[in-house]
């Protein structure tokens, strides 16, 4: 059974930096692209970033360009999203995701930029 479980949100600082990761079972980990996605209230989920099954694949929302860093470690089954500069609009659950015959979601990480 597909489960991915994601981990270290938190309250930060606007300017400040987040790790998420998203700790992935029950799938061939390393032969699928992974995903980053964030939901506001009030607005639809959108994608953050993705990442293909050898790294070498990475895209970005151009809100997240040049400040949110995707990587995967295949061996630990593992995706994160490296958040730098962190703004206030950038708050959000964020949730792992991927496509194994269907979507599949994590239960998400709260983030939330404040001061």
């Known amino acids: 059974q597909v489960q991915l479980v994601e981990s270290g949100g938190g309250l930060v600082l606007p300017g400040g930096s987040l790790r998420l990761s998203c700790t992935a079972s029950?799938?061939?980990?390393?032969?699928?692209?992974m995903k980053w996605y964030r939901q506001a209230p009030g607005k639809e989920r959108e994608l953050v970033a993705g990442i293909g099954s050898a790294s070498g694949n990475r895209n970005y929302a151009d809100s997240v360009k040049g400040r949110f860093t995707i990587s995967r470690d295949n061996t630990k089954n593992t995706v994160s999203l490296q958040m730098n500069s962190l703004k206030p609009e950038d708050t959000a659950m964020y949730y792992c995701n991927t496509w194994v015959g269907r979507h599949y979601w994590g239960q998400g990480t709260q983030v939330t930029v404040s001061s």
């Open positions: 029950g799938f061939t980990f390393s032969a699928y692209y």
